[in-house]
């Protein structure tokens, strides 16, 4: 085993002797070089250096890792993995090292170029630390409690071998009995939000039955908080809903309680309201650097299209038709999430933009006390035109060849995000793999291809609407 770490740091030594360095690489030295190195990664895959020999005097490398349900068959293993602090080094197969074989090759001198390289493709090796076995043990506790297990318990043995300095740490779990939900009451004082909660499918994430399990309990509250954004509710966030569980002593069963909490005294709304947007502002030359956080917006040009205002800057470089089809936000409706995510997306897939941003600014109350909203949408854009070129070779036994590709592309040819692609391509193979004669024994090719694509499904008799749903380019 000693042979097979000692080969690489000969074949280093040798590559830095002047006499090697000497010899002109004709194809046979080249062939033998390819040998050695074949050696050596063969001799790095089958046996590789001692896995210990970068683990300082006095600790362990983490050797194997296991996690055993003691009384529980419905959690496997497997599932809670991903809740440990420390793992062994990653294998190869399901039992091959390479990354740490590959570490290992490197010599205790790091001002070396081998020892750095070999370093930076493999992987150090994982040494053994009591904090992060005992953080493991908790998170898998903790894991077991939130899926409904509260009298679960974590006991951990570490196998030391002295002789190689490796440790197997192993991970006992025993679930107890786990408890159930009974019943699922909801304390919501808000009767709006309370009817929208009756009628939301997240209220169906849990029924009585099921586990206790706080992941789902989790779920359930981040689906109803999204279905709040959705009508109207810009202000709720998940935080304001709780769970009470009521347990008797000994028992298994559990009475759980939604609650709804109402804003804190800092907060501007003392209540839970539902906010409409007043107007939709698209910024078109926008500057994260300069302008953000202001409400000033210094543009030369103000145009109004059907329900939404463009402020553009030096030049018009996108029609306001296109941003129109590209805004589900609205003026009169309710605020949405939903709506706002799907503007996001929209304007992502014009190429002609290269920062977008939607800010909800606050804009007084309608007559009948409603807060409303401004949709500021921020646009910057990218560049307009680009041009890419790429180069190849190739080697077709023994047929020697290379080709060039130019690329052209214009992200907006009608000031609607268009993009126009354009490239040539030219090939050359000389059938002797001689270059001297370019003129006969060979082959050359040609290429062109040049195509127009638009960001939106263009037909005609078309609505907005169906345009702003449909998600299709042309």
């Known amino acids: 085993m000693q042979w097979f770490c000692t080969l690489g740091f000969n074949l280093h030594k040798l590559l830095k002797s002047s006499n090697f360095a000497s010899v002109r690489l004709t194809s046979c030295h080249i062939s033998g070089i390819a ?36 009384d529980n068959a419905e959690v496997e293993e497997g599932q809670l993995v991903n809740y440990l602090r420390q793992t062994p080094n990653h294998k190869v197969l399901g039992f091959l090292k390479l990354q740490l074989a590959t570490y290992n090759m490197s010599g205790r001198d790091s001002t070396k170029w081998y020892n750095r390289w070999a370093r930076k493709l493999g992987q150090p090796p994982v040494i053994y630390d009591q904090e992060l076995t005992d953080a493991s043990a908790y998170q898998l506790h903790q894991a077991m409690v939130n899926r409904g297990y509260l009298d679960a318990e974590v006991t951990v043995d570490t196998i030391h071998t002295g002789k190689n300095r490796k440790v197997q740490v192993d991970y006992r779990i025993t679930t107890g009995l786990p408890h159930y939900i009974s019943t699922i009451d909801y304390s919501i004082p808000d009767s709006a939000i309370a009817s929208l909660i009756a009628a939301s499918p997240s209220r169906d994430r849990l029924k009585p039955g099921d586990l206790l399990d706080r992941n789902r309990l989790e779920d359930m509250r981040t689906g109803i908080s999204e279905m709040l954004r959705n009508n109207g509710y810009f202000t709720f966030t998940k935080d304001y809903i709780t769970f009470t569980a009521d ?25 839970h309201l539902t906010y409409r947007i007043s107007r939709v502002i698209f910024v078109t030359d926008y500057n994260p650097g300069t302008d953000y956080g202001s409400f000033d917006f210094h543009n030369q040009d103000t145009v109004y299209y059907r329900d939404i205002e463009v402020l553009y800057g030096a030049d018009r470089y996108l029609r306001p038709q296109i941003l129109y089809e590209a805004s589900h936000i609205a003026p009169g409706q309710l605020f949405s999430q939903h709506a706002v995510d799907l503007t996001y997306e929209a304007l992502g897939r014009l ?53 060039v590709g130019v690329t052209y592309q214009h992200r907006n040819l009608a000031h609607g995000s268009e993009l126009l692609s354009a490239k040539f391509r030219t090939s050359y193979e000389s059938l002797s793999g001689d270059f001297n004669g370019l003129i006969n024994n060979r082959y050359m090719e040609y290429a062109g291809e040049i195509g127009i694509t638009f960001p939106q499904f263009e037909a005609p008799f078309l609505s907005y609407d169906f345009k702003r749903r449909i998600k299709a380019t042309t």
């Open 247 to 271: 347990t008797a002593a000994g028992a298994r069963d559990v009475n759980l309680t939604l609650n709804l909490r109402q804003p804190s005294a800092q907060s501007p709304d003392k209540s």
């Open 351 to 403: 190429g002609i933009l290269r920062y977008v941003n939607i800010d909800m600014r606050r804009a007084g109350f309608t007559p009948d006390g409603e807060p409303l909203l401004d949709a500021y949408i921020l646009l910057t854009r990218g560049k307009k035109q680009g041009v890419s070129l790429e180069l190849e070779g190739t080697n077709s036994e023994g047929d020697l060849g290379f080709g």
């Open 35 to 70: 040998h050695i190195v074949t050696v050596v990664t063969m001799a790095t895959l089958l046996f590789g250096c001692s896995s210990t020999r970068h683990v300082p005097q006095g600790q362990y490398l983490v050797d194997k890792v296991d996690i055993t349900m003691v």
